[in-house]
């Protein structure tokens, strides 16, 4: 499972040219589902996302995580994160989860985060989606399990 995560001032997700999600400072969540994740995989990845450090202290140093500046949560799918791009010029998709797989782990990875976090918003699993955000730093990391 592999989520690239961007420390936000705001970011929001529409489709059809309606919003289907946003949040104010937070964390937006780019989320791919690997052929092989599980469970574990989920867990894993959300313990990392709520605990990760990117916002700065009083001192500056990035040493606090999203739930200590109870920030937002803004978690969309991304089929594309699960490409394979070692060889060639087009990305290979040998390596991602089928799509009701990959639906049943976003899924649950969403319901998990709700029961352990309030402030969470989604975008729609497989549709086509428009992602605004004001990247702050900018600040960008990918976790893997």
Same mark, same amino acid.
């Given at each position: 499972?592999?989520? #690239?995560? @961007?420390?936000?001032?705001?970011?929001?997700?529409? +489709? $059809?040219?309606?919003?289907?999600?946003?949040?104010?400072?937070?964390?937006? #969540?780019?989320?791919?589902?690997?052929?092989?994740?599980?469970?574990?995989?989920?867990?894993?990845? #959300?313990?990392? =996302? #709520?605990? %990760?450090?990117?916002?700065?202290?009083?001192?500056?140093?990035?040493?606090?995580? +999203?739930?200590?500046?109870?920030? *937002?949560?803004?978690?969309?799918? @991304?089929?594309?994160?699960? $490409?394979?791009?070692?060889?060639? =010029?087009?990305? *290979?998709?040998?390596?991602?989860?089928?799509?009701?797989?990959?639906?049943?782990? %976003?899924?649950?990875?969403?319901?998990?985060?709700? @029961? @352990? %976090?309030?402030?969470? $918003?989604?975008?729609?699993? $497989?549709?086509?989606?428009?992602?605004?955000? =004001?990247?702050? *730093?900018?600040?960008?990391?990918?976790?893997?399990?």
């Amino acid at each position: 499972m592999k989520g #690239l995560i @961007q420390r936000v001032s705001r970011a929001s997700v529409s +489709v $059809a040219g309606e919003t289907v999600g946003e949040i104010n400072q937070g964390i937006l #969540l780019l989320l791919g589902v690997e052929r092989d994740d599980d469970e574990k995989s989920v867990d894993k990845l #959300l313990h990392k =996302l #709520l605990n %990760y450090r990117i916002f700065s202290d009083s001192d500056g140093k990035m040493n606090l995580s +999203v739930a200590d500046v109870e920030g *937002g949560v803004l978690v969309i799918s @991304q089929f594309t994160l699960a $490409a394979d791009t070692r060889k060639g =010029l087009r990305p *290979g998709f040998s390596t991602a989860a089928t799509p009701a797989i990959a639906e049943a782990l %976003y899924e649950k990875f969403v319901d998990k985060l709700r @029961q @352990q %976090y309030d402030n969470v $918003a989604t975008g729609i699993f $497989a549709a086509d989606m428009k992602v605004d955000l =004001l990247n702050d *730093g900018p600040v960008t990391f990918m976790l893997e399990t």
